[in-house]
């Protein structure tokens, strides 16, 4: 394997604790529209590992 087969690191959207003050509005925009659509497929997750959970117990019962 060489050097030039590694993929190249992807770029941190978003980091939690980072200093904010040097960013811009629309780069701190930018960041609350990351962060939401994450919240939003953390959700969905929650709620797919949830469904999945009570059709599991209630096969079970």
Request: net charge negative; proline share 2%.
């Amino acid at each position: 394997m060489s050097l030039f087969d590694e993929e190249p690191k992807r770029r941190v959207a978003h980091e939690i604790g980072q200093e904010l003050s040097l960013l811009s509005v629309a780069e701190l925009d930018e960041r609350i529209g990351i962060l939401r659509a994450e919240i939003t497929r953390l959700e969905e997750e929650r709620t797919h590992k949830g469904s999945s959970k009570l059709a599991a117990e209630a096969l079970f019962r």
